[in-house]
C-alpha cells in the first residue's frame, strides 16, 4: 500500500484547453477511451476536470422550474439558481464552460493508500498527478488502484 503512485500512474494523460470545444472533448473521450479528461493552461497546469457526469449532465433534459402566475407576474415555487446552473451547463459550448474547477489533485511522490483515502474522502473516481507547481504528470482512475490491490493479493 505504500508504492508510490508515479511507479502505475498513466502518463500520457489526454489533457484538454479550457477553450476546446464540447464536441471535441467527445471526441477524445470516445477515440481514447477515458471517462474524465484534466483541463490545462498553457504551463501544463490543472484548471479543471471534465467527467462522464458533467457530459451527461449537459445532454440530459432540463425541467424548467413549477412556478405560478400571481397577478401578472411568475412566482417561481422552486430555486431559480439551481434551475440557472443547470442551464449554463445545458448550453456549454466549450469546456470552460462545463469544467469542474475544484479539482482534487494528488502529488506525485503519494502512495497507493493516499489515493485510496483521497478518492473515497471527495467520492472522485480519478485523481490528476500533479507536481509541486500543480503541472500535470499523470493521473490515477479507479481501475489503477484495484489492479495494484489486485497484483498485492496475489500469491
Known amino acids: 500500500m505504500k508504492k508510490p503512485i508515479k511507479e502505475f500512474m498513466t ?3 489526454i489533457a484538454v484547453k479550457e477553450s476546446n470545444t464540447i464536441k471535441n472533448l467527445f471526441k477524445l473521450m470516445d477515440e481514447h477511451v477515458v471517462l474524465g479528461v484534466p483541463v490545462v493552461n498553457d504551463k ?7 467527467t462522464e457526469s458533467d457530459l451527461i449532465t ?3 433534459t432540463l425541467k424548467t422550474p413549477r412556478g405560478v402566475n400571481l397577478l401578472g407576474s411568475m412566482v417561481y ?5 439551481e434551475f440557472n446552473e443547470k442551464l449554463k451547463d445545458h448550453c456549454a459550448e466549450i469546456v470552460k464552460d ?4 475544484e479539482v482534487i ?3 506525485s511522490n503519494a502512495n497507493l ?6 478518492m473515497s474522502k471527495h467520492d472522485v473516481t480519478r485523481l490528476p ?3 509541486k507547481n500543480n503541472k500535470l504528470l499523470g493521473i490515477i482512475a479507479r481501475t489503477d488502484i484495484v489492479h495494484q490491490i489486485a497484483k498485492l493479493k496475489r500469491p
Open 98 to 101: 462545463l469544467m469542474t474547477d
Open 11 to 13: 502518463k500520457n494523460v
Open 44 to 50: 501544463s497546469q490543472v484548471i479543471g476536470i471534465v
Open 105 to 107: 489533485t494528488i502529488d
Open 113 to 118: 493508500l493516499d489515493a485510496i483515502n483521497l
Open 77 to 81: 415555487l422552486e430555486d431559480l439558481n
Open 129 to 131: 498527478v500533479v507536481d
Open 58 to 60: 449537459h445532454f440530459t
